[in-house]
């Protein structure tokens, strides 16, 4: 059965204008290479008074989203997000994941 997942990021101050516009223009072999490693239904929601992105998604019973990390296009746009956002010195976006606590299908 698919899986729900939420996990949260931060954006710098002043940044909201430029994530949406970068996402408006995502790379389309990035979009191809998330759907192919099983993720749909993406969404990502911004609390503007803390800076912290929400970040949900559903991923297939067979996702490969563990090897998206050593794809070049992932490695791509995670340097091309780099400066707006927070991330680890290899451009990746600081994740902490989310735990459900409620639930109403």
Known sequence: MPERIAFRMTLNP???AEYEKRHDEIFPDLVVALKE??????????DPQTHHLFGIL???DDHKMAELPQQEVMKRWWK????IM?????????????QRV???A
Do not use: C, K
């Open 102 to 104: 409620f639930y109403l």
């Open 14 to 16: 002043g940044e909201a």
């Open 80 to 83: 091309h997000m780099a400066d």
């Open 86 to 98: 927070a991330t680890d010195e290899n451009d990746v976006p600081d994740q902490v994941p989310l």
């Open 37 to 46: 490693a099983g993720i749909s239904d993406y969404s990502i929601w911004l």
């Open 58 to 60: 559903t991923r297939s």
